[in-house]
């Protein structure tokens, strides 16, 4: 469970200040698929990464199942990130020199896993993304959305609490995009929370609730979906 209260974020550039976020406050329940929309500019990926743990709020806090982050410690916090957190972005992030198998192993290793047991989670993990036969390639021997699927097998290698995506499919072309969204489908349906900026709401009739951030404010946060917890 997140729950974010009053959340403020103020960047500051030079002499301009831009209100991301004004005072946000939203609960997010374990095994929910929501669905972060609203116009470019809104505050989208300012909240997502506010609640991934990837920025620090200017005011307002973040609960994480009962623990507030503002009291966890750095290292705490590397370990959320790391261990309860999965994370996709638009553009992959993938390492160019890695293969499809290197690049999930990777932060599996960083937890502190064996190469043994990492190796036999992220071949896994590729297998559930449908990428069983492609382990030795690399990023540049992938397409779009092949990429895009090494990126959610590296997120959810280690079967994470909750799953973060930022426009995962915006680089990718319509089919391509809808193949990305059933391998969200399939995850949302074993029970995995997700959180997901997207404006392609058409492609997720699964998602359990919409966001509409407008201004760094929501907008409207609304129940699509009777959501009962599976996990
Ligand atoms: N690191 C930053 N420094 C300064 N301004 C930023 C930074 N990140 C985002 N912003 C600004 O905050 C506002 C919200 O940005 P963002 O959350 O990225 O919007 P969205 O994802 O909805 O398009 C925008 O006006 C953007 O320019
Ligand atoms: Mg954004």
């Known amino acids: 469970m997140i729950s974010v209260h009053n959340l403020k ?18 609960d997010i329940a374990d095994g929910e698929y929501v ?6 500019g809104a505050g989208k990926s300012t909240l997502l990464y506010h609640m991934g743990l990837l920025d620090e709020p200017t005011s307002g806090t ?8 503002d009291t966890m410690s750095e290292k705490e916090r590397t370990r959320v990130r790391l261990v309860t957190f999965g994370y996709v972005f ?11 198998l290197e690049n999930v192993i990777v ?16 071949e ?40 973060f995506a930022d426009e995962p499919t915006a680089n990718l072309d319509s089919q391509t995009a809808d193949t990305v969204m059933s391998v969200f489908r399939t995850l949302h ?12 709401l058409s492609r997720v009739p699964e998602a359990d609730r919409i966001i509409t951030l407008s201004d760094g404010n929501i907008d409207t946060d609304t129940q699509v979906r009777t959501h009962t917890s599976r996990r």
């Open 107 to 122: 932060p599996l290793l960083m937890e502190g896993r064996s190469f043994t047991e990492s190796r036999a989670l992220a």
């Open 90 to 100: 638009q553009d992959y992030a993938l390492l160019p020199e890695l293969s499809a």
């Open 35 to 40: 669905i972060i929309t609203g116009r470019s």
């Open 189 to 200: 349906e074993a029970g995995q929370t997700i959180i997901m900026v997207t404006h392609e």
């Open 124 to 163: 896994d993990a590729l297998a559930r993304v449908g990428l069983a036969d492609k382990t030795c390639n690399l990023p540049s021997q992938l397409s779009g959305g092949q990429q895009q699927r090494v990126s959610i097998a590296r997120a959810i290698g280690n079967n994470p609490s909750v799953l």
């Open 62 to 69: 973040i609960t994480i199942d009962g623990i507030r982050t």
């Open 9 to 26: 974020k103020t960047f500051v550039t030079g002499s301009v200040e831009t209100h991301a976020l004004r005072s946000v406050s939203l």
